[in-house]
């Protein structure tokens, strides 16, 4: 029994106490605090996986993502309080643009007392999945139903994931424990002032302390819900949201035993050197500079534009800074597999990720024997560092490749960054043929 897998689950709400105070990430005409308040809560879904002395933390977060300073600290508020390391948990973030500011948009105010709160409220709900941990079966599947009311935003381009995977667990007497699915399709139907989980708070009502359903997002990042409907938020939200909701609420009700869970469990996590853009002419980012400068002056302070210019003239200092300084371009991010034998495994990148990408890493693990449902493609885990680009995406440009690193306030990713990803996960990838 010693290296029997034992699994636990529980949910608990993250909603800020004082929304009045609050900065929400991810749209750049936002420029006040939650002035409208809580749609709905923000929660943080936690299951354990114990075997032995090995414990593995699985963090499902109502929230855009984390840079660095806010990944440690979260992190390290749960390992105070749990024991386990943050090489053994993975955060993986639903990406709802109605949550607080975490570092996305660079040099928007942080709430750092709640992000310490929110790791505070992650851990004791990990304490409690440890403690709930049992022996499973696992029932996993890719439904029937897709997600219909999504589309890829770069225009000319057809790649789109509208599967949605779930696995549900039951204990040894039947009874569901949790539910794990995941879908492509960002979180940006809220664009109120308002907390919200956008249209996973669909999936939200379906979520109890004793039976979570915890939501991975997947290879999602180029795929928006269909905003040209021209419908009400809350008709939006509730659309899409109940796309993924219902069938998932079927499948749960009606998914059979499973199979027993009860491969090694084993994971893998390094701080991974990627490479980006190299930017080297001074002269030529310094008359960008003067240029952006100038446009910002002419702007009146009441115009949004002056808002836009300001990102770009900041991100041109950051970048000038950058070789001034002499230093290196590339980033540095955890990379993190997690697997149980050769039943599952989960796959953290700590990017917004792209259909491209994510099906690469989905077939490269198909290859060595893993079934397509028991593969988690999980973007936003862990640090959310921009955008990784796919190779074949440079001959088109556009924000995905060069003009979202400029409100994460990072450098432009170049086609180098996305082979580094994929290497490291192949390296993965061989030891299980």
């Given at each position: 029994m010693q290296n029997t897998l034992r699994l636990g689950f529980a949910d608990a709400i993250i909603t800020p106490h004082h929304p009045e105070y609050t900065y929400l990430d991810g749209y750049g005409f936002r420029l006040s605090p939650a002035t409208e308040g809580v749609r709905d809560d923000l929660h943080a879904k936690v299951c354990a996986m114990a075997?032995?002395?090995?414990?593995?933390?699985?963090?499902?977060?109502?929230?855009?993502?984390?840079?660095?300073?806010?990944?440690?600290?979260?992190?390290?508020?749960?390992?105070?309080?749990?024991?386990?390391?943050?090489?053994?948990?993975a955060l993986s973030c639903i990406h709802t643009h109605a949550a607080p500011a975490s570092g996305i948009l660079d040099e928007l105010p942080i709430d750092t007392d709640y992000f310490a709160w929110m790791g505070e409220v992650c851990g004791r709900a990990a304490l409690r999945t440890i403690e709930r941990a049992?022996?499973?079966?696992?029932?996993?599947?890719?439904?029937?139903?897709?997600?219909?009311?999504?589309h890829n935003r770069r225009e000319g381009r057809d790649p789109i994931d509208r599967?949605?995977?779930?696995?549900?667990?039951?204990?040894e007497n039947g009874k569901l424990r949790g539910v794990i699915t995941s879908a492509a399709c960002h979180a940006v139907v809220n664009t109120a002032y308002s907390i919200s989980a956008d249209w996973l708070a669909e999936?939200?009502?379906?979520?109890?302390?004793?039976?979570?359903?915890?939501?991975?997002?997947?290879?999602?990042?180029?795929?928006?819900?269909?905003?040209?409907?021209?419908?009400?938020?809350?008709?939006?939200?509730?659309?899409?949201?109940?796309?993924?909701?219902?069938?998932?609420?079927?499948f749960s009700a009606n998914a059979p035993q499973g199979k027993a869970l009860a491969g090694e469990l084993n994971r893998h996590y390094e701080i991974v050197r990627i490479p980006m853009k190299e930017m080297t002419d001074l002269a030529t980012i310094k008359e960008e500079i003067a240029r952006q400068s100038e446009a910002y002056c002419a702007i009146s302070p009441d115009d949004i534009q002056k808002h836009f210019v300001l990102r770009q003239l900041q991100w041109y200092r950051h970048m000038a800074k950058m070789i001034e300084d002499g230093e290196d371009?590339?980033?540095?991010?955890?990379?993190?597999?997690?697997?149980?034998?050769?039943?599952?495994?989960?796959?953290?990148?700590?990017?917004?990720?792209l259909t491209l990408t994510g099906n690469k890493l989905e077939e490269m693990f198909a290859k060595v024997g893993f079934a397509r449902e028991t593969i988690y493609v999980c973007g936003y885990s862990n640090m959310t560092?921009?955008?990784?680009?796919?190779?074949?995406?440079?001959?088109?440009?556009?924000?995905?490749?060069?003009?979202?690193?400029?409100?994460?306030?990072?450098?432009e990713a170049s086609p180098e960054s996305e082979p580094a990803v994929l290497d490291w996960f192949r390296k993965i990838s061989e030891e299980f043929k």
């Open positions: 075997q032995g002395d090995k414990i593995f933390l699985l963090f499902s977060l109502d929230i855009i993502g984390l840079r660095e300073d806010t990944y440690r600290l979260v992190t390290s508020q749960i390992s105070d309080l749990t024991g386990v390391a943050r090489e053994d948990m049992c022996p499973v079966s696992a029932s996993f599947a890719i439904l029937p139903e897709t997600l219909q009311t999504s599967s949605i995977r779930a696995v549900a667990f039951h204990d999936l939200n009502k379906l979520s109890t302390d004793e039976v979570p359903y915890l939501f991975l997002q997947g290879r999602g990042a180029d795929i928006n819900p269909q905003l040209y409907l021209k419908l009400p938020i809350d008709e939006m939200i509730t659309r899409l949201g109940s796309e993924l909701s219902i069938p998932v609420a079927q371009f590339a980033l540095h991010v955890p990379l993190q597999a997690l697997s149980i034998g050769k039943e599952c495994v989960f796959l953290f990148v700590p990017f917004e990720l560092e921009g955008y990784l680009a796919p190779v074949e995406e440079f001959a088109f440009g556009g924000y995905e490749v060069a003009g979202a690193a400029h409100w994460y306030n990072i450098p």
